[in-house]
């Protein structure tokens, strides 16, 4: 029997990458996309940095600002590339979700919600503001993509309800995120004193660089309410998770038409949501002393006062041209 050319030995391992890689959707494997949203001053910056090695201290993220990290897959090998997007602001900037969120990075996006566990009174509002304006805009590109790439589409519906067993005792309740969702509780160790942070970032790298860059998910779970809860989609249930801490004869008051509504109402008894206004601008940051540049600071001031001057002296000929007419 003849043996294979080297040709043929090369077409069908690139064929097989294909397949393996790209689960048939043609997709390319080798760019992935993390979006960081969540609490304002919640952790997200930290994260990212201890996700590259970056030994440097986090800065404020003003609105919307990316980065990207490396990560090689063999030897000779091409290295795949994480970009990593990070909204700043918490909920007042939601407009700028659409941008990193496009047709061309939609297959191969995911989310990382990091919420602030120091501030449980924001908690809540800050997720569902925060979750339904991404949901809203990644059904929108969904919608867009079936119109041009039906299959590439429907793969999509189908594959969030990967991780969900059919047999599952909450299936017809779960509606699950259109894409790739992990959420973080930040600032754990403010309240519940633990030796283990370090253990805590490793793990959370380990989750980040499954979303970025692939590599195999973490089988552990831990349900423990009094330690760190570590939880894969699907691996829960209400049964497990157990009834919201009120007495019963108090749970037909609260007129819940399902599980989520009923924790949700049971939560802002708890911890009631401030009056927060979510379309508050971030200060300036050319008056931020941690961006001063004297030279672009001295023109600045020199531009702004020309500005002045030069409303002044319209104000006046308007004034003038009024009292001529």
Known sequence: MPSETLWEIAKAEVEKQERNGSEGDGVEIGEKSVFFIGSKNGGKTTIILRCLDRDEPPKPTLALEYTYGRRAKGHNRPKDIAHLWELGGGTSLLDLISIPITGD??????????????????????????????????????????????????????????????????????????????????????????????????????????????????????????????????????????????????????HAHSPMELWKKVYEKLFPPKSINTLKVPKDPAKDPQYAESEVDEMRIQKDQELEQYKRSSSKSWKQIELDS
Not at 123 to 131: D, I, V
Not at 195 to 203: D, H, M, N, V
Not at 216 to 235: E, H, M, R, Y
């Open 105 to 254: 990075t939609l297959r191969t996006f995911s989310i990382v919600l990091v919420l602030d566990l120091s501030k449980p009174n924001d908690l809540w509002p800050t997720m569902e503001t925060l979750l339904q304006a991404t949901k809203s805009h990644v059904d929108k590109m969904i919608m867009k993509l079936g119109k041009i790439n039906s299959k590439a589409a429907s793969e999509m519906r189908q594959k969030v309800w990967g991780n969900i067993q059919k047999d599952h005792p909450d299936h017809e309740l779960i509606d699950p995120f259109p894409i790739p969702l992990i959420i973080i509780g930040s600032k754990y160790d403010i309240f519940q004193f633990t030796s283990k942070s370090e253990a805590l970032l490793l793990k959370i790298r380990g989750v980040i660089n499954q979303l970025a860059f692939g590599i195999d998910k973490s089988k552990s779970i831990c349900v423990d309410q009094n330690k760190p809860l570590f939880i894969t989609a699907g691996l829960d249930s209400l049964k497990h998770i157990g009834s919201p801490p009120v007495p019963d004869n108090d749970i037909g008051k609260l």
